[in-house]
């Protein structure tokens, strides 16, 4: 039999162990991201691990695959509804090409003026019952609490203005939500594979590529794309999430850890990623990097811009009335 | 852990040399994995197996694949070579040096060395062997030469290189086209020595007149808009690397028309050809990806890199070492895939070291090219013997002063910084 | 008569004809989306996925042909250094292999295809659903096998005739 060629060396755990294991069967949650381990949130998944280390009784321990090295990120979530014990980050727009229609407005142009309304929103019931809707498809929400960082916009030429960007081509991620919510803005969003965006750039196949600094920087695109609009349109906060089929494998503490050492690392992040957005862009700017911080008056051309976006919630299959329901659980009118 | 690992490698290389298809023989030993590891779902191994052929960066496989085999169909390909006979009929090896200009012009094109070895199996082979060229020399030729591919801008795996090492793309690049010029240059040399050798003579000893240059000439004309329309589109940013496959697929059938050389017949017989070479070549990245997965899973990579660190304290022994473990991960692991495990792992390294970020990531880049060739597992080998029927056996004799060239080439790199930033420092 | 056997022509080339569908429309869907993109400026946002899908079809359904038209490749040196009674041995055994790998590859695709019709997932943009993009893939696993069995009785065949071939020219 299979259990029969398994000596020693299985590493499995069930729900009815208690405590006690020592190190050689402790469950190994594997965290698989696409980041590299020398961004913040690569140094702030470390901060995890040393967590869990330090907090739990050894038997529960994160091994971590950076780098996309363990799948793509649907490939991990199939492989979490197998019952692999796989964590990964995931937004918005993902889950809702995953059925969670709602959650795409997470992903929407200017939805949060201030970070501290997006973490109204994590806390709000809104947000507890749409953590629910993933449930009953299998996915645990561990933390939410993670600041991913401002997406801003790099393009190979002079953009001052949200009139300048009108009719660009700008590479989004693939999905819906990420593509209508940038044409909203006026620019033409194309989906693209991320390892094509800079040969795209330099050669002018597209114009633009939109994501946090420490991507847009870790890319290296300001070689190609020197032009650097603070638009600041996602305030993006990213979720940590596993399957419940793993999750409910876990002891009641070993559970209670796992969130509570994912949250401690979520503010650990949450700091660095405010050093390193500074970091960043004084980097861009060493390397020459023409950087343009948008006027309160432009600001808000593209917040009206952003308007027409969410009135498209009949082709996103949102719930009725989403975006007032929504400003109204951060606390807005 | 480990043992199963062990088991795992250890029945793949079984299944590999006792003639398993190489897909079946990957895929078996991955299985053997699945089965000895009861805590992992083996829907999994499914799940890998379509990952690895779903994959964007893999594109133009089908695409060039498809060009290369309408080419040979519309009359386009016979039209160049006899082009080509005009440029180079009076060299040792003619169409074998046409075989390494084109890959470096390719270079420019495809960005995929696989890509490139099946569309030049596929169109230069035949040719080749009808010129009196044996088999197996114009593979090893087809596969060598397409490890200029990845070295010529722009190419995938210098952007994931300065992408994960933070490098400047910009000048990897650069450096990228010293190495593959210097590559470039010593196979023309080398086959112009092995020509000799066994009697690859020139075609003709005379000067061609004007008159029969230009009758040669006229009917190339059309062809070869091909590379200019491809190299000029990619340039001006109408098309991307991958997307220009499409558009010299359609070029290709456009002529092919034009020629009246495409038949019903002909043209069915060209979509046959490119799906079951794609679906050939895929599989085995395919399953190459199962494996490779399974390596990171148990962290195997990952493990080596710290031997390697807590061990080493010198810089060329490090250097010596990395050649030979990159050697040996570039058979098993598919190159972009390993790229994403080892740079940064072995780069800190590196720079702790004092080597120069440009020089190592010449010698990183350029090590794991060879990997892609050398038995038992090297995909080129697989890829191009493959389409044009050689056996494994004759290939890797007649690749044996193509190994060593490589390997005299690749030491340089390693030991001679020189080689890798000459052209960076001049032009930065 | 003859109309019966085109037909069966067809049939037996059902994969070929599938995948080279598939083909045409990667390459016609990937050209028009150069047009979108740099003519238009409305580029397709759902390209990706179908070439995606596209891709996935020529590499599986063709599986199947590439085993007809002897396109995988394997290392033979070592085992044509046995005597060939040997050789016959392991040819056998090989087949095996095939067999085995291709089946379990057959139960576990099935499971994967399961997942999808369990979850409803769909594509993002154009939501086709999963469970028939990857359906194809247990179909095309089972044809593979289906057409290794051939091509091994074809092989035994053209063995026989060499053997009959041989014991003629021996007399
Ligand atoms: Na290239
Ligand atoms: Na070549």
């Known amino acids: ?333 | 852990m480990n043992e199963i690992i062990l088991m795992t490698a250890l029945v793949l290389l079984v299944l590999l040399f006792f003639k398993v298809p190489v897909y079946i023989a990957i895929l078996g030993g991955s299985m053997m994995y699945f089965l000895m590891t009861p805590n992992v779902n083996p829907i999994l191994f499914a799940q890998q197996s379509i990952s690895g052929a779903e994959s964007i960066s893999l594109l133009a496989i089908p695409f060039f694949v498809g060009a290369g085999v309408l080419m040979n169909y519309s009359g386009v390909t016979k039209r160049i070579m006899d082009f080509a006979e005009v440029l180079t009929g009076r060299m040792s090896g003619g169409l074998a040096q046409v075989n390494i200009l084109l890959s470096a012009m390719m270079g420019g094109l495809s960005g995929s060395n696989i890509a490139d070895a099946a569309m030049q199996s596929k169109m230069l082979v035949p040719q080749m062997r009808e010129k009196g060229f044996s088999n197996a020399f114009s593979t090893v030729v087809t596969a060598t030469s397409s490890m200029i591919t990845p070295l010529i801008p722009p190419g995938i795996a210098m952007i994931i290189y300065g992408s994960i090492a933070n490098v400047s793309i910009g000048r990897l690049f650069v450096a990228g086209i010293g190495i593959g010029t210097l590559l470039t240059a010593s196979l023309m040399i080398l086959i112009s020595i092995v020509s000799k050798k066994r009697g690859y003579k020139p075609i003709r000893t005379e000067r061609l007149t004007l008159k029969e240059s230009i009758k040669t000439t006229r009917p190339a004309l059309l062809p070869l808009m091909l590379p200019i329309i491809i190299i000029g589109g990619i340039r001006l940013g109408v098309f991307t690397a991958t997307e220009a496959g499409s558009v010299a697929i359609l070029f290709a059938l456009l002529l092919g028309i034009i020629y009246r050389e495409l038949k019903k017949k002909d043209f069915i017989q060209a979509v046959k050809e490119t799906v079951t070479t794609t679906s050939a070549i895929m599989l085995i990245v395919a399953a190459a990806t199962v494996f490779s997965w399974i390596l990171t899973r148990e962290r195997v990579p990952q493990q080596l890199t710290e031997w390697i660190v807590s061990t080493i304290d010198n810089k060329y022994i490090f250097l010596l070492i990395v050649n030979i473990f990159l050697l040996i991960v570039g058979m098993f692991i598919e190159g972009n895939a390993s790229m994403i495990i080892l740079v940064p792992l072995l780069v800190p390294i590196a720079r702790e070291f004092g080597i120069n970020d440009i020089h190592f990531a010449m010698t990183y880049i350029f090590n794991n090219a060879v990997g892609a060739l050398s038995p038992p597992m090297g995909t080129l080998m697989f890829v191009t013997c493959g389409i044009t029927k050689c056996k494994t056996k004759d290939f890797i004799k007649a690749a044996l002063p193509f190994y060593g060239l490589l390997l005299v080439i690749m030491l340089l790199i390693t030991y001679v910084p020189f080689f890798s930033t000459f052209l960076v420092d001049l032009i930065y | 008569m003859k109309k019966k056997s085109k037909a069966l022509i067809l049939l037996g080339n059902m994969d070929i004809i599938i995948a080279g569908i598939a083909l045409g429309a990667l390459i016609i869907l990937t050209f028009m989306g150069v047009i979108m993109r740099y003519v238009m400026k409305m580029p397709f946002t759902w390209l990706e996925e179908v070439q995606l899908w596209c891709m996935l079809w020529i590499v599986y359904i063709s599986a199947g042909a590439a085993f007809r038209t002897n396109n995988h490749v394997a290392i033979e040196v070592l085992v044509e250094m046995f005597p060939e009674k040997i050789q016959k041995v392991i040819e056998i055994l090989i087949a095996l292999v095939v067999y085995v790998v291709l089946g379990y590859l057959f139960i576990q695709s099935i499971g994967f295809v399961q997942l999808f019709i369990r979850n409803g997932r769909s594509t993002n943009m154009l939501e086709v659903p999963y469970s028939l993009i990857y359906g194809a893939i247990p179909i095309a696993t089972a044809l593979m096998m289906i057409n290794y069995t051939i091509s091994l009785i074809d092989q035994m065949k053209s063995i026989n005739n060499k053997e009959i071939e041989q014991e003629d020219t021996n007399e």
């Not at chain 1, 561990?142 to 960082?149: C, I, P, Q, T, V």
């Not at chain 1, 700091?271 to 600001?299: I, P, W």
């Open chain 1, 1 to 333: 039999t299979k259990e029969g060629t398994q000596s020693d060396s299985s590493n499995i755990t069930t729900g009815e162990n208690d405590a006690t294991n020592n190190a050689v069967d402790a469950v190994k949650v594997q965290i698989g991201f696409e980041n590299s381990l020398s961004e913040p949130v690569g140094q702030a998944l470390l901060k995890w691990q040393q967590l869990l280390e330090e907090q739990g009784d050894g038997s529960i321990l994160i091994e971590l695959f950076p780098d996309s090295q363990l799948g793509t990120k649907s490939e991990l979530i199939d492989s979490m509804l197998l019952g692999e014990p796989v964590i990964t980050l995931a937004d918005g727009a993902f889950y809702a090409d995953y059925g969670v229609r709602d959650m795409g407005i997470l992903f929407g142009p200017f939805l949060f003026e201030t970070w501290e309304q997006c973490w109204a929103l994590t806390e709000s019931d809104w947000y507890a019952e749409q953590s629910e809707l993933l449930e009953e498809k299998g996915l645990k929400l561990l933390a939410s609490n993670w600041k991913y960082g401002e997406r801003h916009t790099m393009t190979n030429s002079l953009v001052e203005t949200p009139d300048d960007l009108r009719g660009m081509i700008i590479r989004v991620p693939n999905n819906q939500i990420q593509t209508q919510g940038f044409n909203a803005l006026g620019a033409t969003a194309t989906g693209m594979a991320l390892n094509e965006v800079y040969q795209a750039l330099q050669t002018g196949t597209i114009d633009g590529a939109e994501n946090p600094l420490a991507t847009l920087y870790g890319r290296r695109l300001q070689e190609v794309a020197p032009y650097l609009l603070m638009t600041g349109h996602v305030k993006n906060f990213t979720t940590w999430v596993t399957g419940t089929a793993f999750f409910d494998t876990l002891t009641p503490e070993q559970q209670e850890l796992l969130v509570s050492t994912g949250r401690e690392a979520g503010l650990y992040n949450n700091d660095l990623v405010d050093q390193y957005e500074e970091e960043y862009l004084q980097l861009m700017l060493d390397e020459g990097v023409t950087v343009t911080e948008l006027s309160s008056k432009e600001v808000d051309q593209f917040v009206e811009a952003a308007q027409s976006f969410y009135q498209k919630g009949d082709d996103f299959g949102w719930s009725d009335n989403l975006y007032e329901t929504v400003r109204a659980a951060m606390g807005l009118n």
